[in-house]
């Protein structure tokens, strides 16, 4: 099933694109200095990651632990 139609996979992709963003940007900022278009989607999930990272680290934790439990 593709993860646009489970719920539980959607959050699981968006969450790991939000944290993939926000790496690449503090490890590289020149890739997403771009605001607008394509790469502009990456560089607001990776502001997403900068400004609401104890929200989106808890979310993190959250979702590694049901899918180790479940």
């Known amino acids: 099933?593709?993860?646009?139609?489970?719920?539980h996979s959607f959050l699981t992709v968006v969450l790991l694109v939000i944290c993939?963003?926000?790496?690449?940007?503090?490890?590289?900022?020149?890739?997403?200095e771009?605001?607008?278009g394509f790469r502009g989607f990456f560089w607001k999930a990776a502001r997403i990651g900068?400004?609401?990272?104890p929200?989106?680290?808890l979310g993190c934790l959250a979702?590694?632990?049901?899918?180790l439990v479940f």
């Open 63 to 67: 979702m590694s632990i049901s899918i």
């Open 20 to 32: 993939t963003c926000t790496y690449v940007k503090m490890h590289f900022p020149a890739i997403l």
């Open 50 to 53: 900068e400004r609401l990272s």
């Open 1 to 7: 099933m593709s993860a646009l139609f489970n719920f």
């Open 34 to 36: 771009q605001r607008t």
């Open 55 to 57: 929200w989106v680290s």
